[in-house]
């Protein structure tokens, strides 16, 4: 500014802090590391190392989290898929059984009780197949329940430790003090999202999944209900299928707090809370295929969203997710 | 001479490999397209929802979620319908060289030399006629799976009764590849290639 030669001594002009660009604080704060007195609005609370530290730890967290949730979406498809080939066989073995009285046998029917004997067998039938069915419906909980814990646990909180000089992160908010939400201050964690922004898209994608799985065992009842004319006990919704499922559905937010009782299944965008009531009839083949193509439709995982949030994130944390 | 066109024989089997694993794909698409449109008729009656159309928007969301995979089927179809025409063409290419082979030289064999065999090994017109007979085969089968791929969403609109029995008999002749005679393609591989062995 002064250049040599200039006879008139420059005179700076007084310059008050307020009057400064906004991005001259934060240059300050770098320059003369300036720690914890200037924030600029916006910028991260915590120190400038620890971020800097903090980010990669992030990353990392960030990186398993939704490998996690790519790899539980895969074992979802296969457990669904076992679910639904148990459901058919469910089916078919119910509707042969209620065809048999009228069946034309041939010459098979001069065998004695033959017609009882396949009806014998076909209930068995039904019977293994429920409990398979049972076990990928148990599967799927699990999975939808991991899914919901990887979705929690985006953040990556500070850790402060007296015992140690090194910094350490976690992402459990146990350990930390309270002005740290665990968001690296609202910071990016790759290149555009953050935090929260992870947060939401993993919530919208585990919602489709918690859904569907609602659905699913409305269904799953429905075909166990199937053969109860010889055994009496008929399924109630309100009731577990195996100990222990209500725990597992409350964690996938299937719980209501209002009525304190199981959620009942809905869609998206239709979410009501009324019961399904069903008919005492028994329902006939052609319910039965739609039941069927309920199940195989997935109807509230919509698969274009499901995949462009994969993308958004696969392209946004540099790993592949399939 | 006759090892060169052997050659192009080999080559001309290794597309006819990838044409049959295109053509298993395809049934299976076919079949994947074809069992949806079979049910959509169904999905569209509330009442074959039973209890289940208790539930707010249900037959809706069913029926969008099938046409969704319809469409998804539609499309994988016209990608291996998109391949097996690119087999057509390579095969098409290997009966273009092995025409030049014998035009293009400098010394251009007579009637006689192209008719003349050589112990058991093929004439050179045998094998010329051989690769143009596969080609107009897997040309006509190509044109006809076309057809018959772009009657499929034709079907949607018909009536449900003939529906299901033009899905079925659509399909039987996507299976059978009436334009692709096994015993005449079995006898040419033989007559070219067995010398050899």
Redesign the interface.
């Known amino acids: 500014m002064v250049l040599l030669g200039i006879v008139v001594p420059f005179v700076a002009p007084v310059v008050n802090p307020q009057d400064l660009p906004v991005h001259y604080s934060s240059f300050i704060a770098i320059v003369f590391g300036a720690v914890g007195t200037i924030t600029t609005p916006g910028s991260s609370p915590l120190l400038p190392s620890i971020t800097r530290l903090w980010r990669p730890s992030a990353q990392r967290n960030i990186r398993n989290q939704w490998s996690k949730l790519s790899l539980l979406k895969q074992q979802w498809a296969s457990s669904s898929s076992s679910g639904r080939s148990h459901a058919t066989s469910i089916v078919n073995a119910y509707l042969s059984e209620k065809y048999i009285p009228s069946m034309e046998l041939g010459s098979l029917s001069d065998m004695i009780d033959i017609r009882n004997k396949v009806c014998l067998k076909l209930s068995k039938q039904q019977k293994l197949y429920r409990s398979k069915l049972l076990s990928s419906y148990k599967e799927m909980v699990d999975i939808v329940v991991q899914m919901v814990n990887a979705s929690r646990l985006m953040k990556c909180y500070f850790k402060r430790s007296s015992s140690s000089t090194l910094v350490q992160f976690s992402n459990s908010s146990e350990d930390n003090n309270n002005d740290d939400v665990g968001d690296g201050g609202g910071i990016s964690v790759f290149t555009l999202l953050t935090i929260p922004c992870f947060e939401k898209l993993a919530e919208e994608l585990v919602h489709m999944f918690e859904l569907e799985l609602n659905l699913k065992r409305w269904l799953l009842m429905e075909l166990f209900s199937l053969g109860s004319e010889s055994s009496p006990k008929s399924l109630v919704w309100s009731e577990e299928l195996y100990s222990g499922e209500f725990d597992n559905l409350c964690l996938c937010n299937l719980w209501s707090e209002e009525t304190n009782e199981l959620l009942h299944p809905s869609l998206k965008g239709h979410e009501s809370n009324t019961p399904i009531v069903s008919s005492n009839q028994h329902p006939n083949a052609e319910v039965l295929q739609v039941y069927l193509v309920a199940w195989l439709a997935e109807v509230n995982i919509h698969t274009k969203r499901v995949d462009e949030i994969f993308e958004l994130v696969s392209e946004e944390i540099h790993v592949g997710l399939s | 001479m006759v090892k060169k066109y052997q050659q192009r024989f080999r080559k001309f089997k290794d597309e006819m490999d990838r044409w049959d694993d295109l053509q298993v794909r395809l049934i299976s698409q076919y079949q994947n397209a074809s069992s949806i449109i079979g ?1 959509l008729e ?2 569209q009656d509330p009442k ?5 159309s ?5 037959v809706d ?2 029926l969008g ?2 046409m ?2 319809l469409q998804l089927s539609f499309s994988s179809i016209k990608k291996t319908m998109e391949e097996l025409g690119n087999v057509v063409r390579s095969m098409e290419k290997i009966y273009r060289d092995g025409k030049q082979l014998v035009k293009g030289g400098s010394n251009q064999p007579s009637i006689k030399q192209l008719q003349q065999r050589v112990g058991l090994k093929p004439s050179l017109e045998d094998c010329l006629n051989g690769l143009m007979l596969l080609c107009n085969m897997h040309r006509s089968e190509y044109n006809l799976k076309e057809s018959i791929v772009s009657a499929l969403p034709e079907l949607f609109w018909k009536a449900r009764n003939h529906r299901a029995q033009d899905l079925s008999s659509l399909q039987q002749l996507l299976v059978d590849q009436p334009n692709i005679r096994k015993e005449e393609v079995e006898f040419i591989f033989d007559t070219i290639l067995v010398p050899e062995a």
């Open positions: 049910r169904l999905l074959n929802f039973g209890s289940l208790g539930m707010d928007g249900i969301a069913l979620k099938q969704e995979s």
